[in-house]
């Protein structure tokens, strides 16, 4: 039985050009399908335009999880969250990302370039990545309000 690759889209402003470079390093190392919609460099873009289409992404069945990264991770999750269906949860550190899968449903990852270093942005991908929602009827009942 052949398993289905997960897509992982991300998407960036100028500030996370170079901070995204280690995290689509470990995705590809790790099997996932990259859908890089993010800036390519560090010419000045504008934020809300990376964070929608990551957001579009997923809605549009064409990656299964979205990372969006900007100089604080507000922006782009605020622009993300524009999206209707998406859940983009900013997180700094393990255990909000845990909790935003467990009890949120976080579809897309927000985080800041000039606020975390990127060797630990790629141990909150892998949580990010490998926790499971819950099935707890309460945490189902909270992501339907939400959606």
């Known amino acids: 039985m052949k398993t289905e690759t997960l897509v992982v889209a991300i998407g960036n402003d100028h500030t996370a050009y170079e901070f995204k470079l280690p995290i689509i390093e470990y995705l590809t190392t790790a099997g996932y399908e990259i ?3 993010g800036a390519n460099n560090c010419e000045p873009v504008d934020y809300p335009d990376f964070g929608q289409a990551v957001g579009q992404a997923l809605i549009d069945k064409k990656a299964n999880f979205g990372i969006v990264i900007c100089g604080t991770g507000i922006g ?3 622009a993300a969250n524009r999206i209707h269906g998406v859940r983009c949860a900013l997180c700094y550190e393990e255990e909000t990302v845990r909790m935003a899968r467990l009890h949120n449903d976080a579809n897309v990852l927000a ?3 000039r606020i975390i270093a990127s060797h630990k942005a790629v141990e909150l991908v892998k949580v990010f990545l490998t926790t499971k929602t819950s099935t707890q009827t309460r945490h189902k009942v909270r992501i339907k309000k939400l959606n």
């Open 35 to 37: 859908l890089d919609l």
């Open 76 to 78: 782009i999750s605020i």
């Open 111 to 113: 985080m800041g370039a």
